[in-house]
């Protein structure tokens, strides 16, 4: 009994985790977001991040779900019990947080867009002091101060060769010119890149290809959860209750065979899928063949929707086919 209570707890402390995770390291991990809070901004970046949470917020319950599914591999519950709250939950946080939350979104437009344009004009601002950067001709720079909100730095050493050797030159002032995004001194531009992303920082943002693969298909299902809100709720109804639905069923990875670490690479990779394949279902070869074969007032936009109905139910049966399966093993060995 107590672990059966313990489930309302694991699901809300992991969906809170998670949004707060995705919410801060989505903005923190972006060149804008770490330019904006190593200036001082701090109310635009957290501004940004409330957007984020709200954002990210199938994405984190979709993991908490799966944190909920591990839990109950390790842990034995009374299952009517626990199914009726896990059901209970996912229903309260689908139809009532969510959009509730994409709804304060709507009626905060542009207050959001407002922050996002200023987190987006840090690009537009010169280098914060005191750190080394190289420049475009393999020449290296500092500064020590910002000044005039921004418009000059001060004083300026630049580091570089020419065909006698070293040359260091400090230069007692310059001005940053905004077009051209670099730094002058008198009539000369002694510094090509002063603004943008940060050349120090650049490595750090760079993320490798398979996780730049997976942000984009997660954003992209995070966007269609957006769009099918502002198109109505019955639109929202029906493509979350979809990709909820095809999420409550990984619930058989996690006991697809009787290696908890396999279940759980199971599990991690039915998540995987059914993200990955809203990019499949919503456009491409496999949207154009399911099209085609929907009446002519079926809207084009519900045949993602429609095809995680379709494979949810694919699952189920392969799933009750397993569990049918083992039972008759079992009544077998008496």
Known sequence: MKNTVMVPLVFFS????????????????SPNGMTTLTSGSVAVFFHECLYRAVFYAPLALSITLMAVFFFLMRHKTIVWITALTVLALLV??????????????EDNTWTFLSNRSELAGTAGRVFSPNVIRPDGDSSRMVWYSVR?????????????SDKTGS?????PE?????????????????????????????????????????????????????????????????????????????WLF??????????I???????????????????????SF??????AGFSSGSVPAFLYFLQAAVMALLGLSVFVRRLVRHEGRG
């Open 14 to 29: 992991n969906l809170l985790l998670w949004i707060v995770v995705f919410s801060f390291f989505s903005v923190f991990a």
């Open 92 to 105: 309260l946080c689908i139809f009532l947080v969510m959009p509730l939350s994409y709804r304060f979104l």
């Open 174 to 250: 310059a001005v940053y010119d905004g077009v051209s995004g670099g730094l002058v001194s008198g009539d000369a531009l002694v510094v090509s890149r002063a603004s943008g992303t940060d050349p120090s920082f650049l490595p750090v943002f760079t993320p490798p290809p398979v996780v730049a693969l997976a942000v984009n298909h997660i954003d992209r299902v995070m966007d269609a959860f957006q769009q099918s809100f502002r198109q109505g709720f019955a639109a929202y109804t029906l493509f979350s209750s979809a990709f909820f639905l095809s999420m409550a069923l990984v």
């Open 265 to 287: 690479l199971f599990s991690i990779s039915g998540l995987l899928y059914i993200y990955g394949a809203y990019t499949l279902y919503s456009r491409g070869p496999v949207f």
């Open 167 to 171: 040359v260091f030159t400090r230069y």
């Open 148 to 160: 005039d909100d921004g418009r000059k730095v001060a004083p300026l050493l630049v580091a570089g």
């Open 254 to 263: 996690s006991h697809a065979s009787g290696w908890r670490l396999l279940n």
């Open 290 to 295: 399911f099209r085609q074969f929907l009446p």
